[in-house]
Protein backbone atom coordinates (compact mmCIF):
# COMPACT_ATOMS: atom_id res chain seq x y z
CA UNK A 1 0.00 0.00 0.00
CA UNK A 2 1.35 3.75 -0.44
CA UNK A 3 -0.07 7.15 0.03
CA UNK A 4 0.72 10.76 -0.12
CA UNK A 5 0.12 13.59 2.51
CA UNK A 6 1.22 17.23 2.31
CA UNK A 7 3.59 18.41 4.76
CA UNK A 8 5.04 21.55 5.60
CA UNK A 9 8.30 22.14 3.28
CA UNK A 10 11.74 22.42 4.86
CA UNK A 11 13.86 25.42 3.58
CA UNK A 12 16.51 23.12 1.91
CA UNK A 13 13.91 21.20 -0.09
CA UNK A 14 12.38 24.23 -0.93
CA UNK A 15 15.35 26.15 -2.30
CA UNK A 16 16.57 23.04 -4.06
CA UNK A 17 15.35 23.31 -7.94
CA UNK A 18 16.37 19.94 -9.29
CA UNK A 19 14.35 17.56 -11.08
CA UNK A 20 14.90 14.29 -9.32
CA UNK A 21 12.80 12.09 -7.38
CA UNK A 22 15.04 10.55 -4.55
CA UNK A 23 13.70 6.62 -3.72
CA UNK A 24 15.03 5.17 -0.18
CA UNK A 25 14.58 1.44 0.50
CA UNK A 26 13.97 0.93 4.10
CA UNK A 27 14.26 -2.66 6.29
CA UNK A 28 16.21 -4.33 8.00
CA UNK A 29 19.15 -6.49 7.24
CA UNK A 30 17.78 -9.81 5.69
CA UNK A 31 14.40 -8.74 5.23
CA UNK A 32 15.11 -8.57 1.21
CA UNK A 33 16.21 -4.96 0.95
CA UNK A 34 19.20 -5.70 -1.65
CA UNK A 35 16.95 -7.91 -4.12
CA UNK A 36 14.08 -5.10 -3.54
CA UNK A 37 16.47 -2.28 -4.02
CA UNK A 38 18.13 -3.74 -7.10
CA UNK A 39 14.99 -4.78 -8.76
CA UNK A 40 13.52 -1.12 -8.16
CA UNK A 41 16.61 0.44 -10.24
CA UNK A 42 15.81 -1.63 -13.07
CA UNK A 43 12.53 -0.01 -13.33
CA UNK A 44 12.74 2.39 -16.40
CA UNK A 45 14.22 5.63 -15.56
CA UNK A 46 15.54 4.76 -12.32
CA UNK A 47 18.97 4.70 -11.11
CA UNK A 48 21.11 2.60 -8.86
CA UNK A 49 24.73 2.06 -6.99
CA UNK A 50 26.48 -0.56 -9.09
CA UNK A 51 29.99 -1.62 -9.07
CA UNK A 52 30.50 0.62 -5.57
CA UNK A 53 33.03 -1.99 -3.63
CA UNK A 54 31.03 -1.30 -0.90
CA UNK A 55 28.87 -4.22 0.73
CA UNK A 56 25.90 -4.50 -1.18
CA UNK A 57 26.01 -1.15 -3.04
CA UNK A 58 24.38 0.48 -0.15
CA UNK A 59 24.72 4.53 0.12
CA UNK A 60 26.13 4.66 3.63
CA UNK A 61 29.56 3.31 2.68
CA UNK A 62 29.72 6.38 0.13
CA UNK A 63 29.09 9.06 2.67
CA UNK A 64 30.67 10.31 5.94
CA UNK A 65 27.98 12.30 6.93
CA UNK A 66 26.12 9.83 9.65
CA UNK A 67 27.94 6.70 11.30
CA UNK A 68 27.62 3.08 9.91
CA UNK A 69 25.69 0.79 11.31
CA UNK A 70 28.40 -1.27 11.86
CA UNK A 71 29.69 1.73 14.15
CA UNK A 72 26.51 1.58 16.20
CA UNK A 73 26.87 -2.26 17.14
CA UNK A 74 26.02 -4.22 13.67
CA UNK A 75 23.63 -6.18 12.09
CA UNK A 76 20.50 -6.25 14.89
CA UNK A 77 22.25 -4.41 16.89
CA UNK A 78 22.29 -1.01 15.42
CA UNK A 79 18.86 0.07 15.86
CA UNK A 80 19.41 0.69 20.04
CA UNK A 81 22.37 3.18 19.49
CA UNK A 82 20.28 6.49 19.57
CA UNK A 83 22.31 7.89 16.81
CA UNK A 84 20.37 5.66 14.43
CA UNK A 85 17.72 7.43 14.50
CA UNK A 86 17.53 10.80 12.63
CA UNK A 87 14.41 13.37 12.37
CA UNK A 88 14.42 17.19 10.86
CA UNK A 89 15.84 17.76 14.02
CA UNK A 90 19.26 17.09 13.51
CA UNK A 91 21.91 18.55 14.38
CA UNK A 92 23.66 16.61 11.62
CA UNK A 93 20.92 18.30 8.91
CA UNK A 94 23.56 21.16 7.75
CA UNK A 95 23.56 23.06 4.45
CA UNK A 96 27.45 21.81 4.49
CA UNK A 97 26.11 17.85 5.16
CA UNK A 98 23.56 18.35 2.82
CA UNK A 99 25.36 19.22 0.18
CA UNK A 100 28.36 16.62 0.99
CA UNK A 101 25.62 13.67 0.97
CA UNK A 102 24.35 14.51 -2.27
CA UNK A 103 27.52 14.97 -3.95
CA UNK A 104 28.62 11.62 -2.28
CA UNK A 105 25.65 9.59 -3.83
CA UNK A 106 25.02 11.40 -7.04
CA UNK A 107 28.58 11.00 -8.11
CA UNK A 108 27.59 7.28 -8.38
CA UNK A 109 24.44 7.74 -9.91
CA UNK A 110 23.51 7.63 -13.64
CA UNK A 111 22.36 11.30 -13.42
CA UNK A 112 20.85 11.10 -17.00
CA UNK A 113 18.43 9.58 -14.79
CA UNK A 114 16.06 11.53 -12.89
CA UNK A 115 14.60 8.67 -10.21
CA UNK A 116 17.51 7.91 -8.33
CA UNK A 117 17.17 4.43 -5.76
CA UNK A 118 19.43 4.45 -3.03
CA UNK A 119 19.24 1.17 -0.22
CA UNK A 120 20.67 1.18 3.20
CA UNK A 121 18.77 -0.98 6.22
CA UNK A 122 19.06 2.12 8.39
CA UNK A 123 17.32 4.20 6.65
CA UNK A 124 14.31 2.54 8.40
CA UNK A 125 15.48 5.32 11.28
CA UNK A 126 16.51 7.28 9.14
CA UNK A 127 12.96 8.49 6.94
CA UNK A 128 12.90 12.05 8.46
CA UNK A 129 16.29 12.78 7.93
CA UNK A 130 16.49 12.07 4.28
CA UNK A 131 12.67 14.04 3.60
CA UNK A 132 14.71 16.96 4.62
CA UNK A 133 17.42 16.58 3.21
CA UNK A 134 16.51 15.66 -0.08
CA UNK A 135 13.54 16.97 -2.42
CA UNK A 136 10.64 14.94 -3.30
CA UNK A 137 11.89 11.80 -1.36
CA UNK A 138 9.82 7.98 -1.82
CA UNK A 139 9.86 5.84 0.74
CA UNK A 140 9.86 1.80 -0.04
CA UNK A 141 9.60 -0.55 3.29
CA UNK A 142 9.59 -4.31 3.17
CA UNK A 143 9.08 -6.15 6.40
CA UNK A 144 10.36 -9.66 6.99
CA UNK A 145 8.70 -12.57 9.41
CA UNK A 146 10.70 -11.78 12.18
CA UNK A 147 11.72 -15.29 12.60
CA UNK A 148 13.24 -15.13 9.37
CA UNK A 149 14.92 -11.93 9.59
CA UNK A 150 16.30 -12.99 13.28
CA UNK A 151 17.90 -16.22 11.88
CA UNK A 152 18.80 -14.82 9.14
CA UNK A 153 20.89 -12.47 10.50
CA UNK A 154 22.34 -14.52 13.59
CA UNK A 155 24.50 -16.34 10.56
CA UNK A 156 26.69 -13.28 10.49
CA UNK A 157 28.86 -14.38 13.27
CA UNK A 158 30.80 -11.05 13.95
CA UNK A 159 27.48 -8.78 14.91
CA UNK A 160 25.88 -12.36 16.73
CA UNK A 161 23.15 -11.92 19.16
CA UNK A 162 21.01 -13.64 21.20
CA UNK A 163 17.15 -14.34 19.74
CA UNK A 164 15.24 -12.46 22.16
CA UNK A 165 17.45 -9.52 21.39
CA UNK A 166 16.81 -9.93 17.67
CA UNK A 167 13.47 -9.76 18.25
CA UNK A 168 13.58 -6.78 20.51
CA UNK A 169 15.37 -4.78 18.00
CA UNK A 170 12.64 -5.83 15.35
CA UNK A 171 9.86 -4.43 17.19
CA UNK A 172 12.32 -1.58 18.19
CA UNK A 173 12.86 -0.35 14.72
CA UNK A 174 9.63 -1.03 13.44
CA UNK A 175 7.68 0.91 16.27
CA UNK A 176 10.22 3.94 15.59
CA UNK A 177 9.25 3.82 11.55
CA UNK A 178 5.35 3.57 12.51
CA UNK A 179 6.16 7.15 14.57
CA UNK A 180 7.94 8.37 11.97
CA UNK A 181 5.49 7.54 8.99
CA UNK A 182 3.17 10.00 9.68
CA UNK A 183 5.67 12.80 8.93
CA UNK A 184 6.80 11.36 5.44
CA UNK A 185 4.68 12.23 2.38
CA UNK A 186 5.45 8.85 -0.05
CA UNK A 187 5.71 5.93 1.47
CA UNK A 188 5.39 2.47 0.02
CA UNK A 189 5.07 -0.46 2.56
CA UNK A 190 5.11 -4.59 1.39
CA UNK A 191 6.02 -8.17 3.01
CA UNK A 192 8.66 -9.81 2.09
CA UNK A 193 5.78 -12.67 2.38
CA UNK A 194 3.77 -10.72 -0.45
CA UNK A 195 6.84 -10.07 -2.37
CA UNK A 196 8.02 -13.61 -3.05
CA UNK A 197 4.07 -14.58 -3.42
CA UNK A 198 3.68 -12.30 -6.24
CA UNK A 199 7.00 -9.95 -7.30
CA UNK A 200 5.48 -8.78 -10.71
CA UNK A 201 2.24 -7.43 -9.44
CA UNK A 202 4.58 -5.33 -6.54
CA UNK A 203 6.66 -3.84 -9.14
CA UNK A 204 3.58 -2.75 -10.97
CA UNK A 205 2.41 -0.95 -8.05
CA UNK A 206 5.96 -0.02 -7.14
CA UNK A 207 6.67 1.75 -10.52
CA UNK A 208 3.09 3.48 -10.53
CA UNK A 209 3.88 4.55 -7.26
CA UNK A 210 7.49 6.25 -8.46
CA UNK A 211 5.86 7.69 -12.18
CA UNK A 212 7.61 5.03 -14.04
CA UNK A 213 6.77 1.15 -15.02
CA UNK A 214 8.65 -1.97 -15.20
CA UNK A 215 11.31 -2.71 -17.57
CA UNK A 216 11.09 -4.04 -20.96
CA UNK A 217 12.38 -7.93 -20.53
CA UNK A 218 15.54 -8.29 -22.21
CA UNK A 219 16.34 -10.17 -25.58
CA UNK A 220 19.71 -10.64 -24.02
CA UNK A 221 21.64 -9.38 -20.80
CA UNK A 222 24.65 -9.22 -19.07
CA UNK A 223 25.93 -10.11 -15.62
CA UNK A 224 27.74 -8.48 -12.91
CA UNK A 225 28.67 -8.95 -9.42
CA UNK A 226 28.25 -7.85 -5.85
CA UNK A 227 30.02 -7.57 -3.02
CA UNK A 228 29.23 -9.58 -0.04
CA UNK A 229 30.28 -10.35 3.72
CA UNK A 230 32.17 -13.20 2.32
CA UNK A 231 31.79 -13.94 -1.80
CA UNK A 232 30.31 -12.02 -4.68
CA UNK A 233 26.98 -12.45 -5.74
CA UNK A 234 26.64 -12.67 -9.57
CA UNK A 235 23.29 -10.34 -10.77
CA UNK A 236 21.38 -9.41 -14.02
CA UNK A 237 22.26 -6.46 -15.28
CA UNK A 238 18.62 -5.43 -16.62
CA UNK A 239 16.66 -8.42 -16.10
CA UNK A 240 14.56 -8.56 -12.60
CA UNK A 241 15.83 -10.84 -10.07
CA UNK A 242 14.02 -13.61 -9.46
CA UNK A 243 12.05 -13.95 -5.86
CA UNK A 244 11.78 -17.35 -4.07
CA UNK A 245 10.60 -18.47 -0.66
CA UNK A 246 12.51 -21.32 0.02
CA UNK A 247 14.76 -19.38 2.64
CA UNK A 248 11.32 -18.30 4.87
CA UNK A 249 10.71 -22.41 4.70
CA UNK A 250 13.94 -23.27 6.13
CA UNK A 251 13.83 -20.52 8.70
CA UNK A 252 10.56 -21.44 9.91
CA UNK A 253 11.16 -24.93 9.82
CA UNK A 254 14.88 -24.40 12.52
CA UNK A 255 12.04 -22.41 14.69
CA UNK A 256 9.58 -25.34 14.50
CA UNK A 257 12.08 -27.23 15.87
CA UNK A 258 13.66 -25.24 18.22
CA UNK A 259 10.07 -24.61 19.59
CA UNK A 260 9.61 -28.51 20.22
CA UNK A 261 12.94 -30.47 19.66
CA UNK A 262 16.02 -28.15 21.14
CA UNK A 263 17.46 -28.81 24.41
CA UNK A 264 16.99 -25.54 25.00
CA UNK A 265 12.99 -24.93 23.88
CA UNK A 266 12.58 -23.72 27.45
CA UNK A 267 14.01 -20.58 26.20
CA UNK A 268 12.60 -20.52 22.64
CA UNK A 269 9.24 -21.13 24.03
CA UNK A 270 9.24 -18.56 26.86
CA UNK A 271 10.52 -15.98 24.12
CA UNK A 272 7.44 -16.99 21.74
CA UNK A 273 4.83 -16.51 24.26
CA UNK A 274 6.12 -13.07 25.33
CA UNK A 275 6.82 -11.34 21.84
CA UNK A 276 3.79 -13.16 20.50
CA UNK A 277 1.01 -10.17 20.93
CA UNK A 278 3.20 -7.39 20.09
CA UNK A 279 4.28 -9.24 16.92
CA UNK A 280 0.79 -9.97 15.79
CA UNK A 281 0.33 -5.55 16.09
CA UNK A 282 2.59 -6.62 12.43
CA UNK A 283 0.84 -9.78 11.52
CA UNK A 284 3.54 -11.96 11.86
CA UNK A 285 2.92 -14.91 14.72
CA UNK A 286 5.55 -16.90 16.51
CA UNK A 287 3.18 -19.75 17.63
CA UNK A 288 0.55 -20.03 14.91
CA UNK A 289 1.08 -21.68 11.71
CA UNK A 290 4.19 -23.79 13.20
CA UNK A 291 2.31 -27.15 13.36
CA UNK A 292 3.02 -29.44 16.76
CA UNK A 293 5.07 -26.43 18.23
CA UNK A 294 1.56 -24.37 18.55
CA UNK A 295 0.60 -27.61 20.57
CA UNK A 296 3.56 -28.00 22.57
CA UNK A 297 3.36 -24.52 23.81
CA UNK A 298 -0.22 -24.80 24.60
CA UNK A 299 0.78 -27.72 27.05
CA UNK A 300 4.20 -26.84 28.22
CA UNK A 301 4.42 -26.21 31.83
CA UNK A 302 4.27 -22.29 32.57
CA UNK A 303 7.77 -22.77 34.95
CA UNK A 304 9.65 -21.17 31.89
CA UNK A 305 7.99 -17.78 32.46
CA UNK A 306 9.76 -17.68 36.08
CA UNK A 307 12.93 -18.96 34.56
CA UNK A 308 12.64 -17.65 31.43
CA UNK A 309 15.06 -14.32 32.33
CA UNK A 310 17.70 -16.67 33.07
CA UNK A 311 17.37 -18.10 30.15
CA UNK A 312 17.56 -14.72 28.54
CA UNK A 313 20.44 -13.99 30.52
CA UNK A 314 22.66 -17.21 29.75
CA UNK A 315 21.10 -16.53 25.66
CA UNK A 316 23.00 -12.98 26.24
CA UNK A 317 26.32 -13.92 27.72
CA UNK A 318 26.79 -17.19 25.21
CA UNK A 319 26.20 -14.39 22.00
CA UNK A 320 28.63 -11.70 24.17
CA UNK A 321 31.21 -14.01 24.12
CA UNK A 322 30.40 -15.48 20.78
CA UNK A 323 30.87 -12.12 19.06
CA UNK A 324 33.93 -11.04 21.41
CA UNK A 325 36.06 -13.96 20.16
CA UNK A 326 35.25 -13.69 16.40
CA UNK A 327 36.07 -9.54 16.71
CA UNK A 328 39.07 -10.44 18.42
CA UNK A 329 39.81 -12.48 15.66
CA UNK A 330 38.99 -10.28 13.06
CA UNK A 331 41.11 -7.59 14.98
CA UNK A 332 44.09 -10.08 14.65
CA UNK A 333 43.75 -10.52 11.11
CA UNK A 334 43.55 -7.24 10.27
CA UNK A 335 47.02 -6.46 12.33
CA UNK A 336 48.96 -9.38 10.64
CA UNK A 337 47.28 -8.52 7.36
CA UNK A 338 48.87 -4.72 7.91
CA UNK A 339 52.24 -5.95 8.40
CA UNK A 340 52.64 -8.12 4.79
CA UNK A 341 54.07 -6.29 2.36
CA UNK A 342 51.66 -5.56 -0.33
CA UNK A 343 52.64 -8.07 -3.27
CA UNK A 344 51.84 -10.91 -0.72
CA UNK A 345 48.59 -9.23 -0.33
CA UNK A 346 48.16 -9.26 -3.97
CA UNK A 347 48.94 -12.46 -4.27
CA UNK A 348 46.52 -13.57 -1.62
CA UNK A 349 43.70 -11.99 -3.29
CA UNK A 350 44.48 -13.49 -7.10
CA UNK A 351 44.25 -16.59 -5.34
CA UNK A 352 40.78 -15.43 -3.99
CA UNK A 353 39.80 -14.33 -7.19
CA UNK A 354 41.12 -17.54 -8.87
CA UNK A 355 39.21 -19.87 -6.19
CA UNK A 356 35.88 -18.06 -6.65
CA UNK A 357 36.05 -18.31 -10.37
CA UNK A 358 36.47 -21.97 -9.78
CA UNK A 359 33.85 -22.24 -7.36
CA UNK A 360 31.48 -20.14 -9.97
CA UNK A 361 32.09 -23.22 -12.67
CA UNK A 362 31.09 -26.03 -10.70
Not at 124 to 148: D, M
Not at 314 to 327: N, Y
Amino acid sequence: MFRKEPMKENTMVKNDSNNYKYVFVCGLQRSGTSLLGRNVARLENCTGFKNTGGLQDEGQYLQDVYPLEWDMGGSGRFGFDPRAHLTETSSLLTAENVARLRASWHSHWDNTRTICVEKTPSNLLKTRFLQAAFPNSYFILIKRHPVAVSMATQRWKVSITSLHRMFEHWLHCHEIFEQDKKYLKHVYELAYEDYIENSAKCHEEIAAFLGTRPPTPPREDSFRYVTQLRDRLRVPECAMEDVTGVHNKKYFDRWSNCLTASLFRGYYRYIARKYELRFRKYGYTLIKGFGKSEQALNSASRISAVVGPVYCLGADVSAFLWRSVIRTRGYTKGRVKAMLPEFVLARIRQARKSLSVKGERI
